[in-house]
């Protein structure tokens, strides 16, 4: 199938109104440039490794959006063109012209899989995406299922694979795990083959649930018994009532260091006295902020993990 991206030139301020618009139009999946830095509780909800890199804010914004390149589009193109000078009418919407790229690639959604293969962590771990085969060299190992997808954690990131690492160390048969920031689930899923009794997770993006649950059934763990809460739990005390208090042998938070800092002193209230922390998602230099909010909240530094410029820091309660 072949398609038509159409790129709409606009303003910051108009952004939201024109997505709505397209919306009602029956456009979905509206993509959004601009250079609108992050306010805190943009970061706050951004449960991955690093933060982007914004420009100087200048104002602009592209909205874009694909169409079947073999439907006649008129009509809808007409539309959005009446609905762009209408909302021109009362706020500045810049001049609203609309791009169109051809898009030669029959099959450019499915493009970026030439990017991901399979790949080892240490000497006996293997991820493998579905559409590879294993080699009957690499059958005894390890073999961990992901597919990239609308949720983080493919374990190719080095925070992933120090939480990997700590995982193995300290997870056991009894092992009562929390994963918060799941994302794919790959953490959890980890636990489960190190031999945990049982992993629950918590995420913003109700996108988790699908990537979970494939990524779960895709290794052999659909009647594993994963609990997947979607909420925050460090706002809501409806989340950490549901999450459970003092119940959890091991903790895992891979998220960025600004998130670790408030999440810290709210997560051990659910973790078992003796109960294991293990965080990553953490720039170099913020390891010292991190260590420090790790020790005020209670909790005694076990190990300090470094994998090129990030920190991996796992802790007991005490």
């Not at 109104?17 to 999946?29: Q, W």
């Not at 629950?200 to 649950?213: N, R, S, W, Y």
């Not at 460090?234 to 600004?258: H, P, R």
Request: glycine residues 8%.
């Amino acid at each position: 199938m072949k398609y038509n991206k159409y790129t709409i030139t606009t303003t910051t301020e108009a952004e939201d109104v024109i997505s709505a618009s397209l919306m009602e139009l029956g456009i979905e999946g509206v993509e959004i440039e601009d250079k609108t830095p992050l306010s805190e509780q943009d970061k706050a909800a951004m449960f991955v490794d690093i933060l982007p890199q914004t420009e100087e804010d200048n104002g602009v914004a592209y909205l874009s959006f694909y169409l079947d390149a073999a439907e006649d589009n008129k009509q809808l193109l007409d539309s959005v063109r009446e609905e762009l000078e209408d909302i021109k009418s009362y706020m500045d919407a810049g001049d609203c012209t609309i791009n169109c790229t051809e898009l030669q690639d029959t099959d450019y959604l499915n493009n970026w899989k030439q990017y991901f293969h399979q790949f080892y962590i240490g000497d006996d771990i293997l991820i493998v995406p579905s559409w590879e085969e294993v080699a009957d060299k690499d059958k005894s190992k390890l073999i961990i299922h992901i597919d990239p997808g609308t949720a983080f954690g493919t374990g190719m990131h080095e925070t992933t694979q120090l939480c990997i690492r700590a995982l193995r160390k300290y997870v056991n048969s009894d092992t009562r795990m929390l994963d918060v920031g799941t994302g794919s689930g790959i953490l959890s899923i980890m636990a489960y083959k190190f031999g945990a009794a049982s992993a629950t997770g918590t995420d913003l993006d109700p996108c988790t649930i699908e990537a979970v649950q494939d990524n779960m059934e895709s290794n052999g763990l659909s009647e594993a018994g994963f609990n997947l809460i979607i909420g925050n739990i460090i706002d809501s005390k409806e989340i950490q009532d549901e999450v459970g208090y003092g119940c959890y042998d091991i903790v895992t938070a891979n998220i960025l260091a600004e998130v670790l800092i408030p999440l810290t002193p709210v997560i051990v209230n659910h973790i078992k006295p003796g109960g294991i922390y293990i965080t990553s998602g953490i720039i170099d230099d913020k390891e010292q902020a991190v260590t420090e909010a790790v020790k005020k909240a209670g909790f005694e530094i076990l190990d300090v993990d470094h994998q090129g410029e990030w920190v991996g820091i796992t802790a007991k309660k005490l």
